[in-house]
C-alpha cells in the first residue's frame, strides 16, 4: 500500500459517503472499506495512467 495515497483517498471516501448519505440506510464499516478500496484503486490507476503516457511520449 502506498502511503501516500491514503490523505487523498479517505478524502474522497469522505466525499463519495457524503454524497450518497440518503441512499443507504446506514453506513457500515463494509460500505467505508469498499469506498476507501474503490477510491485507493482509482488513484493508483490514474497515476499508472499519466506514468504510462509520460513514458510513451518521452520515446516520441
Do not use: N, P, W
Request: net charge negative.
Amino acid at each position: 500500500m502506498r502511503h501516500d495515497l491514503i490523505t487523498g483517498a479517505a478524502a474522497i471516501t469522505a466525499e463519495v459517503l457524503r454524497q450518497t448519505q440518503g441512499k443507504y440506510d446506514e453506513i457500515t464499516e463494509e460500505l467505508i472499506a469498499a469506498a476507501f478500496e474503490k477510491a485507493y484503486c482509482g488513484l493508483e490507476a490514474g497515476i499508472l495512467r499519466v506514468t504510462d503516457r509520460e513514458v510513451r511520449e518521452s520515446f516520441q
